[in-house]
């Protein structure tokens, strides 16, 4: 138990259409990222949110985009879906720091048909 | 981009087995990190190591940091099938924001 929660688990979407993911972060953690996980692949960084601003960026066009509140939760839009977004997208929590470890959700299933 | 190479990618072995797994990179990591992910699970922190040299024990596992801080490994002794799943080493990169870059993984099956 890492204390990080995303939603929804699974989810299935069509071709063209828009997703939103969300997580809550482990409690005190001001920075969240997102990742992606293809099957059989390690997780491939989309980006960070710290204090509510992007904060670094992986190779991941336009189309996926985010956010951070207030409370340090964050949700991940993605736009125009495709059928290569199907993978499992990963939501972790850290505190920003040297050395500060990251902790992930359980992650949210998304299937593009 | 800092890139991660894992080895090996696919490790079948017996129980009661040893087995190491290596995590390599041409950049300097200020932290790195080793995780187990089950399948349809997230993946689930097992250490994390700073300091370059540095040496950590969990039970039967074994990490270790290189001096360079650009590689590290992970030693298991007389393996048990609860051993298997995806290990994933990740590193940290030094300054700026945590940009964690992971390895591909090595998928680890310990046959009873």
């Known amino acids: 138990e890492t204390g990080v929660t995303q939603s929804p688990t699974h989810l299935i979407k069509t071709r063209g259409q828009q997703v939103t993911l969300r997580c809550s972060s482990q409690?005190?953690?001001?920075?969240v990222s997102w990742y992606q996980q293809a099957l059989g692949q390690g997780p491939q960084f989309i980006f960070q949110?710290?204090?509510?601003?992007?904060?670094g960026r992986g190779n991941f066009p336009p189309r996926f985009s985010g956010l951070q509140f207030p409370n340090y939760s964050s949700e991940l839009n993605v736009n125009a879906l495709e059928l290569d977004d199907s993978a499992l997208y990963l939501c972790a929590s850290s505190l920003r720091g040297l050395g500060n470890t990251i902790y992930f959700g359980e992650g949210s299933w998304l299937t593009v048909v | 981009t800092q890139l991660l190479e894992q080895s090996p990618q696919f490790l079948s072995i017996q129980e009661g087995e040893n087995l190491t797994v290596y995590c390599n990179s041409s950049?300097?990591?200020?932290?790195l990190q080793w995780y187990r992910q089950e399948p349809g699970e997230g993946p689930v922190l097992l250490v994390t190591?700073?300091?370059?040299?540095e040496v950590k024990k969990l039970k039967r596992l074994t990490f270790q940091f290189g001096d360079a801080r650009k590689d590290s490994s992970l030693h298991i002794t007389a393996a048990q099938p609860g051993d298997t799943g995806l290990y994933l080493c990740?590193?940290?990169?030094?300054?700026?924001?945590?940009?964690?870059?992971f390895g591909i993984g090595t998928k680890l099956q310990v046959i009873p």
């Open positions: 949110y710290y204090r509510e601003e992007e904060n």
């Open positions: 950049s300097v990591f200020s932290s």
């Open positions: 990740a590193g940290a990169p030094s300054g700026g924001y945590q940009k964690v870059t």
């Open positions: 190591v700073v300091t370059g040299g």
């Open positions: 409690s005190g953690h001001n920075t």
